[in-house]
């Protein structure tokens, strides 16, 4: 399932914006787990974020309160809302939709720049 990130960019400091996540050929609503990740340049990825298909979600302890992870059930996207972004927050974000082992997809990432 062909998964495509928009809505990176550059930013100032103490900005937002709001990633999106669309899913082509089914309902991303229908995998069991959505997340989405950031890997910053030198650094391993990371989870920022996830939901699961009864729509409990779940963030990472450092990053609860800015993220905040939705269904837009109309475009068939899980999307990413981060509040008062902060120049370490500058990394490349990646959505994953996991229906099964067999059935586990990436997309190919959207840049988040944050200048100060």
Known sequence: VPLVESGGGLVQAGGSLT????AVGARISSAAVVSWYRQAPGKQRELVASVNRDG????ADSMSGRFTISRDVAQNAMLLQIDSLKPEDTAVYYCNAFWSAENNFWGQGTQVTVSS
């Not at 990633?19 to 669309?22: K, T």
């Open 56 to 59: 409990r979600t779940n963030s």
């Open 19 to 22: 990633l999106s996540c669309a």
